[in-house]
């Protein structure tokens, strides 16, 4: 076990004895002090609580109680995610936003999810353009068409063909499970023609200072702690996979993630494999508003990487598709040039060919050819 798995184990000991959240009880929320304790919170500021705490911390410094290792190491840790909180509470740059520890179960997942799925960072300013068409989009490449005949698809079209056939019968939402076997057969064909694919989250996923990893939403900081083979959502899709088999426990982990980032570089250095960010919406739901937010999501990958001036991303609802590409000049200008909504109709050769394009140019290329 890691020693942030082990610090978290045991502050959760300690902090909550009625905490059952490993088998799947009362989940336990890490704000500076035990919040699952009602009792607690409404007692936890009163000044004969703030006396006795100071009272029982002074008797553990002068040795006048002993404590074991595992215990001292555990209240390190509630201090240290004290700090932390007060600390990003008390930023100016963080006005407004909420900021929490959490110590990560495998039943508390879907906090990343309650948090806001939104990202962080947006832009001020949202240059858009739809300059190219769906011709000029797929005549970038002479050859593509070749090597993409050259292949075997018709099972995995006509799977493609039959789920979009579906979700245009449907009115409203799609079952997830329809929408999640479009995105699977989709990245199975782009596996086939050597393309990188990555599902990115829409949060902003970094490390804070004291190497915990820190998930920043629409308008809550949270700090995570816990069991290292927590999943964040993270799904990569390469035809180099099996490099990523070394990981361990698996690429989904927290303690994978930089991992995973640096394999995002190492991509993205290749000017002849980009790594494509696939956002896909609700089927039948209009893209032009989740323009903004998959660019803000591309903008955040690019602070990530920071050597990595464009990258191109792919937004889908199973019908309409919008290709595009963000970049961050050296002044810090953010700016994003993307096609006009396309819709392919079943002709998945055209879509495999734009596909191959925006996966197999340079980022920057991509964004001189929307430019012009």
Known sequence: MDPTSKEASTT??????????????????????????????????SPSTRSKLIESLSAIVNNSVQLPEEDLRALEGVLVRLKWVKKRKGDPQNEGRKAQCLVLSRFNQSHLFDISVSPKQ???????????????????????????????????????????????????HAPRMIRNEWKITLMLICQSMGLSVQLFPGLNISRSPDDAVVVCGEHTDTRLTGLNFDSLFWTIQTSEATRLKGLGKGIHTIGNFETILEYRKEISHNSSNNLLLFCDVNINEDLMPHLPRAVATDVIALTIEGSVSAIPFILANGKEWIFGVVSIEPG?????????????????????????????????????????
């Open 122 to 172: 947006t832009l001020t300013q949202q240059p858009f353009e739809a300059k190219m068409t769906k011709g000029s989009l797929t005549q970038i490449h002479n050859d593509t068409l070749s090597k993409i005949e050259g292949y075997d698809y018709s099972d995995l079209l006509s799977k493609l063909d039959m789920l979009y056939r579906q979700l245009n019968n449907m009115p409203g």
């Open 332 to 372: 810090g200008k953010k700016q994003c040039l993307h096609t006009a909504v396309l819709t392919f109709d079943g002709k998945h050769i055209t879509l495999m060919t734009a596909l191959y394009v925006w996966a197999n140019r340079p980022a920057t290329e991509l964004f001189d050819i929307l430019a012009n």
């Open 12 to 45: 959760a000991s300690l902090a909550s004895p009625r905490d059952t959240s490993s088998s799947g009880g009362p989940l336990e929320h890490h704000s500076g002090v035990d919040t699952t304790s009602a009792e607690a919170a409404s007692t936890a500021h």
